[in-house]
T-cell receptor, first 116, second 112 residues
């Protein structure tokens, strides 16, 4: 597709459920980022992939969060045993160059997670 | 001190007004700076890069002050469509690799 695609757009989970969020980046983009954006806040960095390598996962808030990009294209962010504080919009972004060094990240529309 | 700080606003201005936002960053060795725009319930999009010499794109002017560690965005002749949240973004110093850091954003509301 022409842009970054994320699914599902909306997810409601009961506390304790596991969820999986998918990101399909722009074809050929080396870098892939996951951000978490709570209401009224800016995007907070979660993790970064360069191709299939996860080079930075320092932003993942707990070991309940796990991300992968096994073939260097599609990525999945998995949250185990969801908690209410996990409720947020999860944004995926891709960039043609490593580390987003050009400054231009292309974002998907996000997956809005609500944990009840 | 947070890496990137912005006044959350909202800034309420009438159409046609000039408005300016500042953003401060903590790491003096930061290498690149950008402004992103985010409409309500939409994804962030790159508005413009910020160059050391300052740069202008139509009604928008971005400036960098390395000595005081802040960047600014000036919007002239505000339009209703300028209503959005403006995110300040900083690329930290290179250390093998580095990733963009976003501020919390400044909300702008332009009224008729």
């Amino acid at each position: 597709g022409a842009g970054v695609s994320q699914s599902p757009r909306y997810k409601v989970a009961k506390r304790g459920q596991d969820v999986a969020l998918r990101c399909d980046p722009i074809s050929g983009h080396v870098s892939l980022f996951w951000y978490q954006q709570a209401l009224g806040q800016g995007p907070e960095f979660l993790t970064y992939f360069q191709n299939e390598a996860q080079l930075d996962k320092s932003g993942l808030p707990s070991d309940r969060f796990f991300a992968e990009r096994p073939e260097g294209s599609v990525s999945t962010l998995k949250i185990q045993r969801t908690q209410q504080e996990d409720s947020a919009v999860y944004l995926c972004a891709s960039s043609l160059v490593p580390s987003g060094g050009s400054g231009e990240l292309f974002f998907g529309e996000g997956s809005r997670l609500t944990v009840l | 001190r947070k890496e990137v700080e912005q006044d959350p606003g909202p800034f309420n201005v009438p159409e046609g007004a000039t408005v300016a936002f500042n953003c401060t960053y903590s790491n003096s060795a930061s290498q690149s700076f950008f402004w992103y725009r985010q409409d309500c319930r939409k994804e962030p999009k790159l508005l413009m890069s910020v160059y050391s010499s300052g740069n202008e794109d139509g009604r928008f002017t971005a400036q960098l002050n390395r000595a005081s560690q802040y960047i600014s965005l000036l919007i002239r002749d505000s339009k209703l469509s300028d209503s959005a949240t403006y995110l300040c973004v900083v690329l930290p110093p290179v250390s093998g690799y580095s990733t963009l850091t976003f501020g919390k954003g400044t909300m702008l509301l332009v009224s008729p």
